[in-house]
């Protein structure tokens, strides 16, 4: 597939050993600015291994890896203000008040008390939830907090948003509204790196990569998977890969 969009995350030759075991074994991808890249696999697949490296939470044992222009190995301080992070747990804190939330992350990012105000209120505007600034998070249904947690990590405008299975265990329909959020992001010339258990999903994401046993099995559009591995759905393309079928 060509792109001639900026990259934004570039990986060549990524390999991370823990001790003798290869978690990432010789991982080579590039992302696009604006895109969104699906990054699946079972667990212990070497994805987290992976996002924490591109994150710049652990240095890789060899290889490069270059995000947001800056190159991981050499100063992933930088990298971390360029860009933002949501966990599967939301990353938020359940007894402080959405305000709170909004203020401490904009302060870990370096933004100034007007800059975090306007953007919360911009935020919180967006959702709806102006009237919920002063409740305490864990008050707030999931769903909320949720999209809330996509808002905090957007606060200071990042190039690239990390999605650690940010939808496990809410409903479809909210899942399908914080995938709107998701689109809108990219369209707005954010990146949105996902990982994601749910293969529907996957259909979603301009690209995908399915690891497994450490190493990229598949990369490319989910409708080029599913030609390539014969099957109707991604699902199926992944236990494919699972199973070392063909």
Request: aromatic share 12%; glycine share 8%.
């Amino acid at each position: 597939m060509n792109d001639s969009r900026e990259k934004i995350i570039e990986v060549h030759d990524l390999v991370k050993k823990f001790g003798s075991f290869e978690a990432n074994k010789h991982l080579t991808f590039d992302v696009y600015k604006g895109e969104i890249f699906g990054f699946l696999g079972a667990n212990g697949a070497g994805k987290t291994t992976a996002i924490k490296i591109l994150c710049g939470l652990s240095n890789p044992t060899s290889g490069t890896v270059v995000v947001a222009g800056v190159n991981v190995n050499k100063n992933p301080e930088t990298v971390k203000k360029r860009i933002g992070y949501m966990s599967q747990f939301f990353s938020l804190y359940n007894d402080m008040t959405v305000k709170e939330n909004f203020r401490f992350y904009g302060g870990v990012y370096g933004l100034s008390s007007k800059e975090i105000r306007n953007r919360t209120l911009f935020f919180l505007d967006k959702l709806n939830m102006r009237s919920y600034e002063n409740m305490l998070l864990k008050n707030i249904p999931l769903g909320w907090k949720q999209k809330l947690a996509f808002s905090v990590a957007s606060i200071h405008k990042p190039d690239i948003i990390f999605l650690d299975e940010p939808t496990g265990g809410v409903d479809p329909i909210t899942r399908r509204q914080f995938w709107e959020m998701i689109y809108e992001a990219s369209a707005n010339g954010i990146t949105v790196f996902v990982t994601t258990h749910y293969m529907d999903e996957a259909e979603y994401c301009e690209r995908v990569s399915i690891m497994s046993e450490g190493e990229i099995k598949a990369l490319g559009r989910p409708r080029d998977l599913k030609k390539n591995y014969q099957t109707d759905n991604m699902n199926d393309v992944f236990l494919k890969i699972a199973r070392n079928v063909e």
